[in-house]
Nanobody
Framework: QPVESGGGLVQPGGSLTLSCAASGGTLSNWHIGWFRQAPGKEREGVSCISSSGGRTWFPDSVKGRFAISRDNEKNTVELHIANVKPEDTGIYYC???????????????????WGRGTQLTVSS
């Protein structure tokens, strides 16, 4: 079961890192995706990393500001967000799945295990 942490209140233009860890078990065998859900909107994929860490995916909307990394020895995956914007506000979820591709990374249905999310609020 993934567990997210690192959310909070951030001013526009700031940066932060969200973390995903495993509550029991290991993340190292899984492709990991990050999704966010803003109030009143559907959950959207914002990043994905393959189990080895060798492949990543980002939608055009966050390219250049979001980065993803993983440390399989520490059993963690991190989402790094730079130059945060008010539209980044939402609940960020970490999910584990067995398929990696640009097609599958963007779809919540591709992932099998989900965390409960961590809230990010961007406001001055």
């Amino acid at each position: 079961q993934p567990v997210e942490s690192g959310g909070g209140l951030v001013q526009p233009g700031g940066s932060l890192t969200l973390s995903c860890a495993a509550s029991g078990g290991t993340l190292s065998n899984w492709h990991i995706g990050w999704f966010r859900q803003a109030p009143g909107k559907e959950r959207e994929g914002v990043s994905c990393i393959s189990s080895s860490g060798g492949r990543t995916w980002f939608p055009d909307s966050v390219k250049g500001r979001f980065a993803i990394s993983r440390d399989n020895e520490k059993n963690t995956v991190e989402l790094h967000i730079a130059n945060v914007k008010p539209e980044d506000t939402g609940i960020y979820y970490c999910a584990a799945g067995g398929i990696f591709s640009d097609f599958y990374c963007s779809r919540a249905s591709s992932f099998d295990y989900w965390g409960r999310g961590t809230q990010l609020t961007v406001s001055s």
